[in-house]
C-alpha cells in the first residue's frame, strides 16, 4: 500500500475502531476536549459541528498523540497494516508528519496547493482543498510527508477561522498552536460566557485622532517604538507607500511592536496602524486620505 490520501485514511480508521486502542483512546478524548465537553453552541462558528470535532480528534490522536512505548497511534497501524519497505516508509513519513497553520500560497485548480510558513514551503496533495481555498487563505493541518509527491494532509484539517492580517505571514512561526490548545481556542475557553473576542479595525476622523489612538493604547502598555508623533508617523507611512513590497509597512510596524502573546494582540496593533495609514494625506491623491475618499464615495453613491 503506497502512502497516499486513502492510506492515511485506513491508518486513521484502524487508530479510531481498534479495540487495542480502546482503553488509551477514551483517556486522550478526555485530555483533549477537555473535561466537560462542550456542545456546538460553546464552538466558534464552524467549528463545533459533531463531524468537525471527531476528525480534529482524530488527525491528534493518530498522529501527535503518543503511546507509553513513544510511537503514535498511526505507527501502531503501520505495524497492524503493513510490513516490509512499506512498513519502513510509511513509518518514516508519520514520524515526520507535522501540525501547521500556514497561509495557502498558491491553488493547483483540481490537484492541491502550496503552504508558506514563513521561509518553509509545502506542496499539498489535495483536490478538495484546491476547490475552496483560495490564495492568502489561512490552513491548520496535520501534513505528512510523502516521498517526492510533497505532503498529504491527515484528518481534521480547518481552514482558519478568523482574519490574519498583512504581515502576519512573516512572524506566523510566534504563533503555532498544537492540536488540545487550537480545541480550546475553538471552544472559546478563556470565557466561555462570552463569544471569542474579535478584533475591530478603528476608523478614526483624522490622523490626529489615529495616532492619538496609538499613542494611548502605546503608553499604556509600555510600546515605546509606537510613542511617535503625527509628523513622524506620517513620514513613516509616506516613506512606506513608496515601497514595492505591500508587507513593508505591516513588517515595520510588526518589529516596532515587539513580543506578544497572541494573534489577536498583534492584530490589535496592527488594526491601530492601519488607521494611520488610511488618515494619511496622500499627495498623488489630492492631499486626501484614504478614508477620505472612501467617505466621499459613499456621499456620491447615497450609502
Excluded at 283 to 297: L, T
Aim: glycine fraction near 8%; charged fraction near 25%.
Amino acid at each position: 500500500m503506497a502512502l497516499n490520501a486513502n492510506a492515511i485514511e485506513q491508518l486513521a480508521d484502524w487508530c479510531l475502531r481498534s479495540d487495542t486502542l480502546t482503553d488509551v483512546r477514551a483517556t486522550a478524548r478526555w485530555d483533549f476536549f477537555g473535561y466537560d465537553e462542550p456542545g456546538a453552541d460553546h464552538y466558534m462558528e464552524g467549528a463545533g459541528d459533531v463531524t468537525s470535532r471527531e476528525r480534529r480528534f482524530l488527525g491528534w490522536f493518530a498522529l501527535t498523540f503518543k503511546l507509553p512505548d513513544g510511537r503514535s497511534p498511526a505507527e501502531l497501524a503501520a505495524a497492524a497494516i503493513l510490513s516490509g519497505s512499506e512498513l519502513t516508509s510509511a513509518t518514516d513519513a508519520i514520524k515526520g508528519s507535522r501540525c501547521v497553520l500556514a497561509m495557502v500560497a498558491m491553488v493547483n485548480p483540481g490537484r492541491g496547493l502550496i503552504l508558506r510558513l514563513e521561509d518553509e514551503e509545502f506542496a499539498v496533495d489535495n483536490r478538495e482543498l484546491s476547490r475552496f481555498l483560495s490564495r492568502d487563505d489561512a490552513l491548520y493541518a496535520h501534513i505528512i510527508p510523502a516521498d517526492r509527491r510533497g505532503w498529504l494532509v491527515g484528518p481534521g484539517w480547518l481552514e482558519w477561522p478568523t482574519g490574519i492580517l498583512p504581515g502576519m505571514q512573516a512572524v506566523l512561526k510566534q504563533f503555532q498552536l498544537d492540536p488540545i490548545e487550537l480545541e480550546r481556542f475553538l471552544q472559546q475557553r478563556k470565557d466561555p460566557s462570552k463569544d471569542h473576542p474579535q478584533v475591530e479595525l478603528p476608523q478614526d476622523s483624522s490622523l490626529n485622532a489615529a495616532v492619538a489612538r496609538m499613542t494611548k493604547e502605546a503608553k499604556a502598555e509600555h510600546r515605546q517604538n509606537l510613542i511617535m508623533t503625527t509628523p513622524q508617523w506620517k513620514k513613516l507611512v509616506l516613506e512606506q507607500m513608496k515601497s514595492p513590497q505591500i508587507t513593508d509597512y505591516s513588517k515595520e510596524i510588526i518589529n516596532r511592536v515587539g513580543k506578544v502573546n497572541s494573534i489577536d494582540e498583534l492584530n490589535k496593533w496592527l488594526g491601530f496602524a492601519m488607521n494611520i495609514w488610511n488618515n494619511t494625506p496622500q499627495p498623488d491623491r489630492g492631499g486626501k486620505s484614504a478614508f477620505e475618499i472612501g467617505r466621499e464615495y459613499d456621499t456620491l453613491s447615497g450609502g
